[in-house]
């Protein structure tokens, strides 16, 4: 079992910086998926940058070049940061983690075992 707690989110004008980060606690030495997804009122939950097991990173087409994953403490801490942020930026994040799989998952919100609360992000 995973347990992940995030944190940092509220709320900045547009073009401000923010930084998420997300504890992970538990089982945290079998994650294969480990990554943050959004969610915003009346949609469903979208990725936005994931790491996988052998620590390639992805992000979605809409955040390349202002967003940036990292992990750290062998993947017990998960960073977003967050920079230039726009007013569509704004949603609910959750960091999300996928333990013993063999196919990508990357994107795939339905194959993530483990969500956490979420943090509120608001650009304005």
């Known amino acids: 079992h995973v347990q992940l707690v995030e944190s940092g989110g509220g709320s900045v004008e547009a073009g401000g910086s923010l930084t998420l980060s997300c504890a992970a606690s538990?089982?945290?030495?079998?994650?294969?998926?480990m990554g943050w997804f959004r969610q915003v009122p009346g949609k469903g939950r979208d990725g936005v940058a994931v790491m996988s097991l052998s620590v390639n990173t992805y992000y979605a087409d809409s955040v390349k070049g202002r967003f940036t994953v990292s992990a750290i403490n062998f993947r017990k801490t998960l960073i977003l940061q967050m920079e230039s942020l726009k007013p569509e930026d704004t949603a609910m994040y959750y960091c999300?983690?996928?333990?013993?799989?063999?196919?990508?998952?990357?994107?795939?919100?339905?194959?993530?075992?483990?969500w956490g609360q979420g943090t509120q992000v608001t650009v304005s």
């Open positions: 999300v983690v996928r333990r013993y799989c063999n196919v990508d998952v990357r994107w795939n919100q339905g194959e993530y075992d483990y």
């Open positions: 538990g089982n945290t030495n079998s994650i294969y998926f």
